[in-house]
């Protein structure tokens, strides 16, 4: 399926608020269910037991999808509050329910593929909306790696003599963007799908795209995900090595490897780079004590695969 792990992050978020106290819920997603298939299913089983089947698969990678999205939800709600971003621009969305549940008071473009786009939209018009709710979301169809190499092929020699990329000029194109406006932008689970060149062209686009200030909210893996030695990626991410070599084989034969991957310092150099100013970088086990111990759960055992990032345009 072209929308194997955009279901399986909406698996997650349906879980969660499965969770029968809802103080104990870290994030409350009651739309993910609609873009499930064998949700039924998921509701017999309930909260513990799926929890539980994740960590049996991946341990912790339950907790940490779950910590991520919350990171996200933060972002986006203090980039309206607090920055003045004016629309919400989220690249490869798959499923993803923020425009209509976290009730942003601007709109939102989702950029995807168009496969997914497809199911996507068949889920949203199950859904019993407001006007006003629908009003806000925008589907725009792109692929990152195919736009990436027609723009490569268009290249000047000289900075800045490139041609419009697929990404900039249908999102720019599209009714009701606003180009060079503050804008929340989400690149949320992606970067390890395409290579570190995909989302340097990403981020060049992005640049002419929105404003200065905007706000950026971008997930990376820990380089030392790759590693061959088993003592230096349990101590870095948290995860047995034979348990990640297994599931990174699971994904490839999912037709989705991973194949990207920063260390701290270096993500944090090539976000400055493309004009992109760090603010925060955190993986899961930074966000316990903020997401999770006031709710009276954990999120241990703490899978640190992947790392959040909010930075700004500067």
Not at 133 to 155: C, K, T
Not at 292 to 307: M, N, Q, S, W
Request: proline share 4%.
């Amino acid at each position: 399926r072209y929308d194997g792990t955009a279901m399986g992050v909406a698996k997650v978020r349906m879980a969660e608020t499965l969770v029968a106290d809802k103080d104990q819920r870290v994030i409350d997603d009651p739309y993910a269910k609609n873009f499930i298939i064998g949700a039924w299913a998921m509701e017999l089983m309930g909260a513990e037991v799926i929890h539980k089947k994740y960590d049996e698969f991946w341990p912790g990678l339950y907790s940490m999808i779950v910590g991520r999205t919350k990171f996200l939800d933060e972002l986006c709600r203090s980039g309206c509050d607090q920055h003045g971003c004016t629309q919400l621009l989220i690249l490869g969305a798959g499923y993803d329910t923020r425009c209509i549940r976290l009730n942003l008071p601007i709109p939102c473009f989702e950029v995807d593929q168009p496969e997914v786009h497809v199911l996507k939209k068949a889920g949203l018009d199950c859904l019993t909306l407001t006007d006003e709710q629908r009003s806000r979301a925008h589907l725009i169809p792109v692929d990152f790696n195919e736009e990436s190499e027609s723009s490569s092929e268009g290249e000047g020699e000289g900075e800045g003599e490139s041609l419009p990329s697929t990404l900039v000029r249908q999102v720019e194109s599209y009714e009701g963007f606003v180009k060079g406006a503050k804008t929340i932008v989400l690149f949320e689970g992606v970067t390890q799908y395409i290579p570190k060149e995909s989302t340097a062209k990403t981020l060049k686009q992005l640049s002419k795209l929105v404003g200065k200030g905007s706000v950026l909210g971008i997930s990376y893996v820990n380089e030392a995900t790759y590693s061959s030695d088993p003592q230096t990626v349990k101590e870095a991410i948290g995860v047995d090595q034979d348990i990640l070599k297994s599931n990174l084989k699971t994904m490839e034969r999912m037709g989705e490897p991973w194949v990207t991957g920063w260390s701290k310092d270096s993500f944090q150099e090539f976000l400055s780079a493309h004009s992109f100013q760090v603010k925060e970088d955190a993986c899961i086990s930074d966000l316990e004590g903020k997401y999770f111990t006031p709710r009276g759960v954990t999120a241990a055992p703490f899978c640190k695969v992947e790392r959040f990032v909010y930075a700004e345009l500067i």
